[in-house]
């Protein structure tokens, strides 16, 4: 193989088994709960009672008292520690109204008080019942839908409750479309609270070492590099005194992106105290306080011609982004209207976006946070199809973009590449045989059962290569042996990205898989890094890798050319031994290589620097890159219960070449059964007064491998403009699942004249449904 060649026998693009899984699946993996320090401290917040109140007073004395317990920390204590509380994301300089400790008055329930230090965790929940609080409860903004008309402000510094609102083009341009429009339909969902939950709950160990000024900080965490510079920033001091170590967490998609205010309290608590100090949160804090998603709601316009052409859309969307959302309120809702038009073709579109306080939790990012444009669509278009007396597949293949039509910017400006809605949607039709499900579904009526089919087909925005997440870095080291170690920022958390560096690095330098070991998750040895988020880690560290690998390559052709004699074109290199080609006995191993690199400097070509260690930074080349996808869901409802009963799941999806089949098809079972549990299941619900009613998962349902059918899969490759073509996957399964399920069920019940209008879509709602659906039907 010379410079220019590839080594054909790569081990991208195979089913490689998972490095993580001989330790996480033996337990022993390591994760924050499992960090032991000498001394170490525990921390318990007391929080809220009260969705809004004002705190009068605070008595601690006694829980001071309690044996065991060090010092109990409140806002008057810790908050005036803070130098600067800003994320990296958000481009306003100063004190976002975002206090590490509830300071003058609460504003939800869970908001957290105090903070408590004792030797353990169980002194330190009894002291926090020791704890007596003086509150005057004062009147609560919980219904988001009318917050900005309530006299009742979240936030003095928010008229009307209003985080942000952002718009399209005026709609009075698109009036006359509607107005002389064949067909317009409108249809209105609201999208209940519910949350990613993670296997491991938030948690963070802080250690200050007064001797030194350094701050080591173990974190469950998306992002080690974005840790380390909020903790710089909070604290005042410079980044390189504070080393951020992540080994496992389990689990993340988007609510560990950044740090939140618990953990910005242990770090300001254990630079106080000059000691080590644990938090871990247990579930119920958990349910209460570690962000809510998706709750949300919006009304979609479609504008029809006489043949179910689309000419025009509209969104109108409001979201509830809580108290203290994280991160900036605007950095996914904005998108929410952009993305609205999908894979469609439609010529004219507008949106308006309003993002609202509440005294409830804050909203966090979760696995396509965006994914609301989708629901809103995807449902319109079925309820289209019902009243246009189209089938709603048919009506689909009359407005779904070609590949022949690309590239090509959505009326609201989005620019869409490398994409086939319209083959992942064929696709997955056949895969289910969507003729023989209809002619079963007629069978299926005439017996009294009722089973229904719902699709949803989306684009999903990966790798934004915006501000500081447009580049990443990589270093990779052949070490003297010859073994290799490649460095990378890291943050994986269940997304395997361990498994992903190690085959691109192996498959760069043409070396044994077995040969390369990854280093992640320490800000003290990794380069910079935007960390996992927004599914970019897989085509952002191949360009890195790629870089890198590429000057290792070209420096051991380099001495291997030197050593035989011969020119670097003569040299062929694969499996980590460089030969002469046409001469098979002449060889040289990597181990070989090293120790010349290494150890032999007085031999190396003047021009080839001694050692065989790079560091690369890889700038992305596009500042999107697009993966699409259909999901197929079919269903039976029972209408004496309303238990819903998938029956098949299909996605066909594109993203691009696999690096490893398992990993993109373990992102994509994921995401797909956390949407099946957003349609179905899972609800984040308040009452009226703002208190939590969901915090167990007695009351916090999710779905059980009992609920969850075999999700059988297609796959369209398109390669993206990126390094190897790679796209991103982690969040599209999380954003088609819920649109096919929820009209799925619409169309099982379709002869009812069911329609969706808020979910999730419990039985008792749809027993709710069906009751609704047959009062309207007597009273026409």
């Known amino acids: 193989m010379t410079a220019t060649e590839k080594d054909t026998r790569s081990s991208v693009g195979t089913r490689v088994p998972r490095i993580e899984d001989a330790r996480l699946l033996t337990g022993a993996g390591s994760f924050v709960d499992d960090i032991v320090r000498p001394g170490m401290l525990h921390a318990h917040f007391l929080r809220s009672p009260y969705a809004r109140a004002q705190i009068l007073g605070i008595d601690t004395s006694d829980a001071l008292a309690l044996e065991g317990v060090i010092t109990i920390y409140l806002a008057a204590d810790l908050n005036p520690g803070v130098h600067e509380f800003r994320y990296t994301a958000e481009r306003v300089v100063g004190k976002p109204v975002r206090p590490p400790l509830a300071e003058g008055e609460v504003r939800f329930a869970g908001d957290p008080v105090a903070l408590i230090i004792a030797e353990d965790r169980y002194i330190a929940e009894d002291a926090a019942e020791r704890i007596v609080v003086e509150y005057e409860p004062l009147t609560p903004v919980v219904d988001y839908e009318t917050a900005y008309e309530s006299d009742n402000l979240v936030h003095s510094v928010f008229p009307d409750n209003l985080a942000g609102e952002m718009a399209g083009r005026p709609m009075s341009e698109l009036e006359p479309l509607f107005t002389n429009a064949a067909h317009v339909v409108e249809q209105t969902v609201h999208q209940q609270a519910h949350m990613p939950i993670p296997m ?39 980044e390189h005194r504070v080393r951020v170590i ?26 106080k105290l000059g000691s080590s100090l644990k938090w871990i949160e247990d579930r119920q804090e958990h349910l209460m306080s570690a962000g809510m998603a998706r709750q949300e709601h919006g009304t979609g316009r479609f504008a029809f011609d006489a043949d179910g052409r689309i000419l025009a859309a509209d969104l109108d969307y409001v979201q509830n982004v809580g108290a203290y959302p994280i991160t900036s309120p605007m950095t996914a809702g904005a998108v929410v209207g952009m993305l609205f038009p999908g894979p469609y073709r439609v010529p004219e579109a507008t949106f308006r976006t309003k993002l609202v306080y509440s005294n409830t939790v804050g909203r966090t990012a979760y696995r396509g946070p965006w994914q609301f444009e989708s629901m809103a669509r995807e449902v319109a278009l079925d309820t289209a ?37 319209r083959e992942t949607f064929e696709q997955a039709l056949e895969i289910l045989d969507y003729p023989a499900f209809r002619s079963e ?15 949803c087909t989306y684009l999903e925005p990966t790798t934004g290569a915006t501000a500081y997440h447009a580049t990443e870095g990589a270093t990779i080291r052949i070490e003297p042996s010859g073994k290799v170690n490649v460095y990378v920022a890291g943050g994986s958390c269940g997304n395997s990205l361990e498994t992903t560096v190690v085959q691109l690095t192996a498959d760069a330098l043409s070396v044994e898989i077995g ?9 003290a040895v990794t380069p910079f890094g935007a960390g996992t988020g927004g599914s970019r880690s897989a085509s952002m560290t191949a360009g890195a890798v790629a870089q890198a690998a590429a000057v290792l390559r070209k420096r051991i052709l380099a001495i291997a050319a030197h050593t035989f004699e011969v020119d670097t074109d003569d040299v062929e290199f694969s499996r980590g031994r460089a030969t002469v080609r046409g001469v098979p006995n002449r060889e040289l191993s990597l181990t070989q ?66 690096i490893n089949p398992n990993v993109v098809e373990g992102q994509i079972y994921g995401g797909t059964v956390q949407g099946i549990g957003g349609a179905l ?3 984040l619900a308040y009452d009226d007064a703002g208190n939590p009613i969901t915090t167990t998962f007695m009351d916090y349902l999710l779905p059980t491998a009992n609920e969850t059918p075999v999700i059988e899969l297609g796959h369209i490759e398109t390669p993206g403009p990126g390094p190897g073509g790679y796209k991103g996957v982690g969040e599209g399964g999380a954003i088609g699942s819920a649109p096919a399920v929820v009209n799925a069920v619409v169309d099982a019940l379709a002869p009812f004249g069911v329609e969706v209008d808020h979910l999730p879509l419990s039985p008792s709602r749809i027993i709710d449904m069906l009751d609704a659906a047959r009062t309207k039907a007597v009273n026409k």
């Open 385 to 421: 199809a019902r009243r246009l007396c189209i089938d709603p597949i048919e009506l689909r293949r009359r407005n779904l973009l070609r590949v022949d039509e690309l590239p090509a910017t959505n009326p609201n400006g989005m620019p869409y590449s490398n994409i086939t809605p």
């Open 200 to 238: 491991e709950t938030r948690g963070v160990v802080a250690e200050w070492s007064a001797a030194t000024g350094d701050m080591t900080v173990w974190a469950s965490t998306q992002s080690p590099h974005e840790v380390r510079m909020v903790c710089a920033r909070v604290l005042g001091i410079d």
């Open 246 to 271: 992540v080994k496992d967490t389990g689990g993340g998609f988007g609510q560990k992106v950044v740090p939140q205010r618990e953990d910005i309290c242990v770090m300001l608590a254990a630079k």
């Open 593 to 658: 290589i090293a120790d010349i690199a290494y150890f032999q400097a007085q031999t190396l070509p003047p021009d080839i620097p001694s050692g065989l260690e790079v560091s690369e930074r890889y700038r992305a080349a596009s500042p999107l890159i697009w993966a699409n996808a259909t999901h197929v869901c079919t269903c039976e409802v029972d209408v004496e219960t309303g238990e819903v009963t998938l029956l098949r799941y299909i996605v066909s999806d594109d993203c691009g070449p696999m």
């Open 515 to 523: 040969d390369v070991n990854t280093v992640q998750g320490d800000t």
């Open 681 to 683: 299941y899972e609800h």
């Open 441 to 455: 579904q007629h069978l299926a009526r005439m017996d009294g059962r009722f089973i229904g089919v719902g699709t």
